[in-house]
């Protein structure tokens, strides 16, 4: 069975500092997807990586996949307040087409 | 196109009663899946239709829950005799099979609460 990790859970970070959300999951897999989700909201899609050594950046948010140590990182570049959210990381496994995702971190920015 | 739509946003209902809600995917979008996302968990994966033929369903997709695509476009999914623990949030989500960015849209949610 698919197991995705995700670490810290919840991360309260300053304004203007950088800092990483790692997600590690357990078997072969070469499409990983970043979420963001508000609370209350649904997902919104951040990043979907698709081959090994993949970098995407948007805005402060960079991702990137390193499928041979089963790794995606979502770095984040001098905070902002608007980035507080919970950020979900999640992997296909085909032949599936299900997607599985980790618990979630949950990121507070603060002044 | 607005995205995936689902209905209703919220639902309350009395335990052992039964509730259907309704998603919508994007329109050119084959394939569509539902999960269920507890406070605090990441969405959890429950069934998932290709057009109109439902292709997998999770074991957490007990003898209470059915989902239907009859024409290949909305799905239903109902919950027979609700439990308090079916209390969560039910996501629907669509993609396009032979799409090359290979996303996945969520909607909005329908939130259940059992009392």
């Known amino acids: 069975e698919l197991k995705v990790e995700q670490n810290p859970l919840f991360l309260s970070m300053q304004e203007g500092k950088n800092y990483t959300i790692y997600c590690n999951y357990s078997t072969t897999s070469d499409r990983l997807y970043w979420y963001r989700q508000d609370p209350g909201k649904s997902l919104e899609s951040l990043f979907v990586?698709?081959?090994?050594?993949a970098v995407k950046q948007e805005g402060r948010l960079m991702a990137s996949l390193d499928t041979k140590a089963r790794l995606s990182t979502l770095h984040i570049t001098a905070a902002v307040h608007d980035l507080s959210a919970t950020y979900f990381c999640?992997?296909?496994?085909?032949?599936?087409?299900?997607?599985?995702f980790g618990k979630g971190t949950s990121l507070l920015v603060t002044p | 196109d607005t995205g995936v739509s689902q209905n209703p946003r919220h639902k309350i209902t009395k335990r052992g009663q039964n509730v259907t809600f309704r998603c919508d995917p994007i329109s050119e979008h084959n394939r569509l899946y539902w999960y269920r996302q507890t406070l605090g968990q990441g969405p959890e994966f429950l069934t998932y239709?290709?057009?109109?033929?439902?292709?997998?369903k999770s074991r957490l997709l007990s003898d209470r829950f059915s989902a239907e695509r009859p024409k290949g476009s909305f799905s239903t999914l109902e919950i027979q005799r609700t439990e308090q623990g079916d209390s969560a949030m039910y996501l629907c989500a669509s993609s396009l099979a032979s799409s090359s960015n290979y996303g996945y849209t969520f909607g909005s949610g329908t939130r259940l609460t059992v009392v």
């Open positions: 999640a992997v296909l496994s085909p032949p599936r087409y299900a997607l599985n």
């Open positions: 990586l698709l081959s090994n050594g």
């Open positions: 239709f290709q057009n109109e033929a439902q292709l997998e």
